[in-house]
């Protein structure tokens, strides 16, 4: 991910006097891996069930090395695309996470998704401090070399740091279930949720297509300036949500906070739309990316709450893919914007897309605090089982599957008793 995210703020810049430049193509750049890993994201990780998890992943880490050679040796706005679409097909974020699954024991789990959650932020920030460093001492081309050999680590941590799983957990928790995905899509809150990281990802795809120029030209920032800028802006949106994220958790407030983010995230593009300058250009960012943290943040954990139980595994696919769509289209229709109305009229899009967010939230319901924890039923009656967990304080719903020896458990975790569920976990 650190390497997906160097190109972003500084692609505008260094793209500009290439043969085939123009905003189209710059947007297509931007958002190319977006469409090859939502395409590929789902079958690779079902891939993985049959031949194991460790081929995927070394097989996508390759993919993804090829396409930043690709990239690295382009000339040409085309050649890019290619090479960030190629990269793209490395897509093994689900596999990821059922090796996750596989390696890991239900209480730790929440985790050990939310540490890979961190270090994806983490990246993201990093990325935008050194995407400008690179580009000013080695060229466009270097930040690919650099992402080249970050998929050559990522190679060796794969083959020589990771340990194999004894078994693997094919679980509807860890896994996308294709049976299950006709259900999901029709769930209104979840499509809510997955509508929602399509704006939010759409959003931030096409305003990087303007960003940098702004910052650039309009301002007249240094590129040697830009990594400490970004810092600001990112680290300062950090700041400015962690008290509004408290908030929400503390007394309840987490559909205002969420509906009231995605609305000043939109104010900031509308006010961007129509009018700039040294002082409101860097305010509006800042609050731009506040409202970005705090919803990439939250919108994992409020799916994970709504999922129906049995299905995280298949609604955690569907997210996944509606996200890197979202990059995809985000980078497409933001060059078009630009190319056809300015950066204006870019902003007037990202604004309108923001906005029916917002309109389509007011529906989402607030989120419980719940979770699925998976039970080995073992030889025992399934009637047997059902009649003693059913009875568990905190027990929200079961579910059995025909011909699995588990049993998916939703729980409230403020109430549950853990304690008479343990003797069925990992037995």
Request: overall charge neutral.
């Amino acid at each position: 991910m650190l390497g997906l995210f160097m190109v972003l703020p500084v692609l505008a810049l260094a793209t500009a006097d290439y043969p085939d430049f123009t905003p189209l193509m710059l947007g297509m750049t931007l958002g190319a891996y977006g469409l090859t890993q939502a395409i590929l994201q789902i079958p690779l990780g079902l891939l993985s069930d049959r031949i194991g998890r460790h081929p995927v992943i070394i097989g996508g880490l390759l993919m993804f090395i090829a396409g930043s050679v690709v990239a690295a040796l382009a000339d040409t706005m085309a050649g890019l695309v290619f090479g960030r679409a190629l990269q793209g097909t490395g897509a093994i974020a689900s596999t990821l996470m059922a090796l996750v699954a596989d390696l890991t024991v239900e209480q730790n789990r929440s985790k050990a998704m939310a540490a890979i959650g961190g270090s994806i932020g983490f990246s993201f920030m990093l990325a935008m401090m050194l995407g400008p460093v690179l580009t000013a001492n080695f060229g466009l081309s270097g930040v690919f070399w650099a992402t080249a050999l970050l998929g050559v680590i990522g190679v060796f941590v794969a083959f020589f740091l990771i340990p194999k799983a004894a078994s693997m957990r094919r679980n509807r928790e860890s896994m996308a279930d294709t049976r299950q995905m006709k259900g999901l899509l029709r769930e209104p809150n979840l499509m809510r949720l997955n509508f929602g990281i399509f704006a939010l990802h759409f959003a931030l795809m096409a305003a990087f297509v303007a960003i940098p120029t702004m910052l650039s030209n309009e301002l007249g920032i240094n590129e040697s300036n830009l990594p400490w800028v970004y810092l600001g802006l990112l680290g300062g949106g950090f700041f400015v949500m962690l008290p509004l994220m408290i908030l929400a958790e503390k007394f309840g407030y987490q559909k205002l906070i969420f509906i009231v983010s995605v609305a000043i995230m939109a104010l900031a593009t509308a006010v961007l739309s129509g009018q700039r300058g040294p002082l409101l250009t860097p305010l509006m960012l800042l609050i731009f990316f506040a409202g970005f943290n705090l919803l990439e943040a939250t919108l994992p954990s409020w799916l994970s709450k709504m999922c129906p139980v049995g299905n995280r595994g298949t609604a955690m696919g569907i997210y996944s893919t509606s996200q890197f769509f979202g990059a995809f289209a985000g980078g497409l229709a933001g060059g078009w914007s630009l190319h056809e109305f300015g950066v204006d009229g870019l902003f007037v899009t990202i604004t309108l897309i923001l906005l029916s967010w917002a309109f389509v939230s007011v529906g989402l319901k607030s989120p419980r605090p719940l979770q699925t924890v998976v039970l080995s039923v073992g030889s025992m009656e399934q009637q047997d089982f059902l009649k003693i967990v059913s009875n568990v304080t905190g027990v929200e719903d079961i579910l059995l599957v025909k011909g699995e020896h588990l049993a998916y458990v939703q729980v409230d975790r403020l109430q549950v008793d853990m304690p008479s569920l343990q003797p069925y976990i990992n037995r």
